[in-house]
């Protein structure tokens, strides 16, 4: 058995002696390594004012000013958030060019602490070992809002990349962005033993509470288990080591509920219409297996995908293609069809120009319905009912035709309008398919020979925007009935999986043993919990507000949606009556959901940017709008050059043209667009956005100001404004943060939409060579100011409308707002 109190020792020498001495002399901890085992070991746990009478916490000390107020000792058994040390290393904070102490030298610290509580009674009632995500974050971001602690979930967001992981210690988080491609992230996981405990405040601290969950029930930690532990009335822990298992399952559900056919020469069985990852570590060791890997410490693990040569490939089964028959349009006639860009997306099997894959017509029709009402009846229906469950992708490619010579036909770049349409309408045609990388799966450990419950991972599509979370814009729509999701978001919203109370994916068995991972049962999985509040200190937790300081997310579930249609992160089936969390609903492969959710005014505003008006899908306004230069200038535009790049997601952004004499705007085309396409040719993807909380905020509340100001079109609410913004720009600060946005919006005529070829551009294989152009009208101007780059509430709006007969905008109308 390892000798974990020389470990931890180790690992507090080597580090103190790496600059951290006279930080932590400042406190009044000046251990004495080369003092005997008993008086080293005395000198780290007794209270700070007998080792040093005159040592002091200074609040206003950014390294401990979120330290629970009774630390009071380098390190207190059984507590890591009452242990100084511990807390200086492993906080969200900065260090002042100090470097800090890996997740293993910190797995090894926080083995310690427990050990040295070894005596300490458990708690008089039954105890279960679970492994869950775990997290040690700043006050703010914790459950209970007292002080920085740990936070634990049955849930880990782990997410797919091109480049390797990097942890950031400062934000306790993973990179997301390095310079030239995504990073794959990963998640921290550990053994607990846990009470189980209903979801009453006086049990356990809830970040994100939901109906019912008084009677539901909730693991809390009450001490980690490695190998060496050594508590009360149990055995030892002699040996842990950890297995894993992932499933990606999405091509064979796309053959089986769609019902379309594949060549006999394919195997359904096999990858890559079926991936699955088996992977068993030993302590201090690592494993991998199908991009998944898996790194093992004494008493915890992290895990998470590998990187990927691109983030989206066209999937192989040795040297064939993977592909399916495009069955035909399954739809109304032609009568019913749509009109302008929303023709022939009346369609069971259709959205747009992608196969749809519906596990139910009926219920697709009564999630269509309910939308409609959503508005109509915020009251009863925001958030929207789950009613439609996810048996197979929504949403898949079909716009790469498979030749009999194996070459590959990108329909959209090749077809010309009618053409095109009528080649997806009617079908008959092989489509190639698609590898992304998404699984989902479950980590647990192996104590003794003896499985524990295991911890729910998903391996999901990237985060756009790694400095905001959810968490953070539920927490500001909460502040205000006018900031209300239903008031910004025509669909989706900024709930967090936090708050979701689905069990995770039923179909995981364990493969040593065939038993099921997961349960009926296990419906707070993703509840992110931290320690109760004693009654003493109630009065005195601050409301849940905005903390836009908090360092949170990463990979525990606040980061990650809530939002299912089908969804970002995660999304979910139904099996026996039971809603389950599982990926192999997302889209086929996965840039395909992001083009229809993100031009959905951001479906999930923390992790997809908005291109609602990259396309001006009809009644789908913006929510959060991205700026002219993220959605990129197309080379026709005004401000645009031959060698223009493309946005984000590899198309332009929209400019107004005149056509014939009509005034009008150019728009990408959401039937022609191809983000699949974008993806093989490293457009789609091809920035991250450095943009926080604050930032998104405010552009909500520019947006916001605007519409209540100028001439209305519909509503001056956002969700239900008929303005279309065709540009969007801000004026900065010395420091580089926007102090006020102007817009430039128009009412769009949807049923006068057609189809144009660029000037610029004559490849039709290139972005922004196939757009859309429609007539518009009511072309205003606005612009927000507030009081500085960290203000969030606007204090001016100033309008001015567009005169056809001059082409130039008129006398500003300016509008104090406070």
């Not at 009654?535 to 939002?563: I, M, Q, T, Y």
Request: aromatic fraction near 10%; proline fraction near 8%; glycine fraction near 8%.
């Amino acid at each position: 058995m390892i000798d974990i109190e020389t470990e931890a020792l180790n690992v507090l020498r080597k580090w103190f002696a790496a600059g951290w001495a006279p930080v932590f002399a400042r406190y009044g901890i000046e251990p004495d390594f080369n003092a005997p085992l008993e008086a080293l070991r005395e000198s780290l746990v007794e209270p700070l004012q007998l080792h040093a009478p005159l040592a002091t916490l200074h609040r206003d000390d950014p390294l401990v000013r979120d330290l629970a107020l009774d630390a009071h000792a380098a390190l207190c058994p059984n507590d890591p958030a009452k242990s100084i040390v511990y807390h200086v290393w492993a906080g969200p904070h900065r260090t002042h060019g100090l470097a800090r102490p890996s997740l293993r030298e910190l797995d090894v610290l926080e083995n310690y602490l427990y050990l040295l509580g070894r005596h300490e009674p458990l708690p008089d009632e039954p105890l279960a070992p679970i492994v869950l995500a775990y997290a040690y974050r700043e006050r703010g971001a914790t459950a209970h809002r007292l002080h920085a602690d740990m936070v634990y979930s049955r849930v880990a967001i782990t997410r797919v990349g091109t480049r390797e992981a990097r942890f950031i210690p400062e934000d306790q988080a993973w990179e997301a962005w390095a310079g030239d491609g995504f990073r794959v992230t990963r998640a921290r996981l550990g053994v607990f033993l846990c009470r189980i405990v209903d979801g009453e405040a006086g049990n356990v601290s809830i970040l994100d509470t939901a109906d019912g969950d008084t009677r539901r029930s909730f693991a809390l930690p009450v001490r980690k288990l490695f190998a060496g532990a050594q508590y009360p009335d149990m055995p030892p822990v002699h040996s842990i080591g950890f297995r894993g298992y992932f499933l990606g399952d999405k091509l064979k559900r796309v053959i089986d509920v769609s019902g379309a056919s594949v060549p006999g020469t394919l195997d359904l069985t096999r990858a890559p219409f079926i991936n699955e990852a088996r992977i068993e570590v030993s302590a201090g060791a690592s494993g991998r297996d199908d991009g998944i890997e898996l790194d093992a410490f004494d008493g915890a693990c992290v895990v998470g995908p590998r990187p990927r040569d691109r983030l989206v490939s066209i999937a192989m089964q040795e040297e064939q293609i993977a592909r399916f028959t495009v069955p035909p349009r399954d739809g109304p006639p032609s009568l019913f069809r749509g009109h302008g860009i929303d023709e022939g997306n009346i369609s069971f099997n259709r959205h747009y120009t992608s196969l749809q894959v519906p596990s139910s017509k009926a219920r697709l029709l009564l999630e269509t319905a309910f939308a409609q009402l959503e508005h109509v009846f915020p009251a009863l229906l925001d958030p929207l009912p789950k009613t439609r469950p996810r048996a197979a992708p929504e949403y898949v490619n079909m716009r790469h035709r498979v030749e009999p010579d194996g070459r590959i036909t990108v329909l959209g770049n090749t077809l010309p309008a009618g053409e095109y349409e009528a080649q997806l309408d009617a079908g008959g045609f092989e489509a190639a398919m698609f590898d992304d990388g998404v699984m989902d799966g479950a980590v647990w450990a192996v104590i003794d020979g003896v499985p524990t419950s295991a911890a729910f991972v998903l391996v999901t599509a990237p985060d756009f925007f790694p400095r905001a979370d959810e968490e953070d814009l539920q927490a500001w729509g909460e502040t205000n009935p006018q900031r209300a999701a239903s008031h910004r978001f025509k669909e989706g919203g900024p709930t967090p999986l936090s708050a979701g109370r689905f069990v995770p994916n039923l179909l995981l068995n364990d493969p040593w043993s065939g038993e099921p991972l997961f349960a009926k049962t296990d419906d707070t999985v993703a509840a992110l919990v931290s320690r109760p509040v004693p009654p003493e200190a109630r009065e005195h937790v601050p409301p849940k507000v905005a903390d836009l300081r908090r360092h949170a997310g990463g990979f525990l579930p606040d980061s990650a949606s809530n939002e299912f249609a089908p969804g970002w992160d995660v999304s979910y089936d139904e099996l026996d009556g039971t809603y389950y969390y599982t990926t192999h609903g997302l889209g086929s492969p996965y840039p395909e959901d992001v083009k229809f959710c993100a031009s959905a005014n951001a479906y999930w505003p923390a992790a997809s940017p908005d291109a609602a008006r990259t396309f001006e899908r009809p009644g789908i306004p913006t929510a959060i709008p991205m700026l002219d230069d993220e959605l990129g200038f197309h080379p026709d535009s005004l401000h645009g050059t031959p060698d223009a790049k493309p946005g984000w997601d590899g198309e332009f952004g929209p400019f107004f043209q005149a056509l014939d004499g009509v005034a009008g705007v150019n728009s990408a085309d959401v039937r022609r667009s191809d983000y699949v396409y974008n993806a093989t040719q490293h457009t789609f993807a091809s920035r991250v956005f450095d943009l926080s909380s604050e930032e998104l905020i405010r552009r909500m509340e520019a947006l916001n100001a605007c519409l209540e100001a100028i001439p209305k079109a519909g509503s001056e609410m956002p969700s239900e404004t008929d303005y279309w913004i065709v540009s969007a720009t801000c004026g900065r600060s010395g420091d580089s943060r926007a102090t006020h946005y102007t817009f430039e919006l128009c009412v769009p005529d949807n049923g006068r939409a057609q189809t144009v070829v660029s000037r610029a551009v004559t490849s039709a294989a290139a972005p922004g060579h196939w757009r859309l152009w429609r007539p518009v009208s009511e072309r205003v101007k606005a612009e927000c100011r507030f009081d500085g780059p960290d203000g969030l509430v606007p204090r001016l709006v100033r309008y001015a409308s567009f005169d056809e007969t001059t082409g130039m905008y008129g006398e500003w109308q300016q509008r104090e707002l406070r």
